[in-house]
Nanobody, 126 residues
């Protein structure tokens, strides 16, 4: 399996920004589709954003569209999630995930992501 390690979480005030990073190792990162998911206490894990293998296509949940940006740097085996205009509702553990065998045309499906990071806590206060 692909090893994924998230970083960049923390405590931020509403309206602030945070940038999450996910470093991958063990397999060919450039062939993976990547995604970010989040889970708040007592709630089901939900989709946040995803990006295809080339970075040419991105997908966002309606709740974060216009505020979050997913990107990747294949040379660094890293995917990022830039989070702006953060709201208390964004508070959750954020998980990085990889789909190592994406089909074409690819769309993000949670069950297709076979590798997951340990998660990083994001807390937004107001």
């Amino acid at each position: 399996q692909v090893q994924l390690v998230e970083s960049g979480g923390g405590l931020v005030q509403a309206g602030g920004s945070l940038r999450l990073s996910c470093a991958a190792s063990g397999r060919t990162f450039s062939s993976y589709a990547m995604g970010w998911f989040r889970q708040a206490p007592g709630k089901e894990r939900e989709f946040v954003a995803a990006i295809n293998w080339s970075g040419g296509s991105t997908y966002y949940a309606d709740s974060v569209k216009g505020r979050f940006t997913i990107s990747r740097d294949n040379a660094k085996n890293t995917v990022y999630l830039q989070m702006n205009s953060l709201k208390p509702e964004d508070t959750a553990v954020y998980y990085c995930a990889a789909d190592s065998s994406p089909r074409f045309p690819w769309v993000p499906v949670q069950g297709d992501f076979g590798s997951w990071g340990q998660g990083t806590q994001v807390t937004v206060s107001s």
